[in-house]
């Protein structure tokens, strides 16, 4: 339950050092297309056909997001199993798995956009597998060559500061493609990896420590804490630590693949995360939203 763009107060504020250091880090990555289409050795284990989505509450799944959800029903007959979780079954499944210290910080995400960012990391990184956005939608296109191997794989973006509009792929991901106003970084959905991945694990790590932070004048910014300041942080902070860039395939034209459905019910109320942001959350209720 998600939605991939940067928040209008990060839109607003300058980047820090640190942040330029890591959009010109993803920025290099992203446009070194020969070394992502390697077949690394270093990599071998595969990555399980299991695609895992999540949604808060499955009793107030709107039918618009549904309809995304079931587009990706058609992997079954290639070999894919599906699971969808909700809070309380990822809940189980972080105590069950991984302990009472990150069902304690699941249980700190205010959102649903968060749960999902922390629970795709904790799935992920236990299991391996598949977790994609339940607002994306799935264009048919084959995907098993994704699960050859056990990299991580993931989606770039970049938003451009002076229009506040996101830059296509086919613009940004051009070797020496910048412009002053660009942001480079990697979105959360997908995340596709075998189990144990380094990066997953730092992700997780990372989101695990600003949940528990003490915050004393407010709650934590959803993209910084779980979201995709938090994975791209972790991807820096792995590959600058000495861990190959080959643990990392970037998937320059997923969006052949799937994109994230425009428009949906949940946008206009306080599901969507950006309406949200470090805000008390209220759901709404179903006469509400639909």
Wanted: with cysteine; glycine share 6%; net charge negative.
């Amino acid at each position: 339950m998600t939605e991939r763009e940067l928040s209008p107060a990060v839109k607003a504020d300058p980047l820090t050092a640190a942040e330029r250091a890591r959009s010109d880090f993803v920025r290099g990555i992203v446009q070194e297309r020969e070394h992502s289409l390697q077949n690394p050795t270093t990599w071998p284990e595969s990555t399980p056909r299991r695609l895992v989505q999540f949604w808060d509450d499955l009793q107030k799944l709107p039918d618009d997001v549904r309809i995304c959800m079931d587009s990706w029903s058609q992997l079954k007959s290639q070999g894919f199993e599906i699971d969808v979780f909700d809070k309380s079954s990822a809940s189980t499944f972080i105590r069950t798995h991984l302990g009472a210290r990150y069902e304690d910080a699941f249980n700190r995400c205010y959102h649903p956009s968060m749960m999902s960012d922390y629970f795709r990391y904790s799935y992920v990184f236990v299991h391996g597998g598949f977790y994609v956005d339940a607002d994306d939608v799935y264009h048919g296109k084959p995907i098993g060559h994704l699960f050859e191997d056990g990299r991580l794989k993931l989606q770039p973006f970049c938003y451009d500061i002076a229009t506040g509009q996101m830059v296509a792929p086919s613009i940004f991901t051009k070797p020496g493609a910048d412009q002053s106003g660009w942001i480079f970084y990697f979105n959360t959905t997908p995340l596709i990896a075998s189990r144990h991945h380094p990066i997953v694990e730092r992700a997780l790590l990372n989101a695990t420590a600003s949940l528990e932070a003490d915050i004393t004048n407010g709650l934590p910014e959803v993209q910084a804490s779980t979201g995709p300041g938090n994975l791209t942080r972790s991807v820096f902070e792995i590959i600058s630590e000495g861990c190959s860039p080959e643990a990392l395939m970037v998937a320059h034209d997923w969006e052949l693949t799937s994109t994230s459905q425009w428009p949906l019910s949940y946008r206009n109320d306080s599901r969507n995360w950006r309406l949200s942001n470090q805000q008390v959350y209220r759901a709404s209720s179903v006469s509400e939203a639909e």
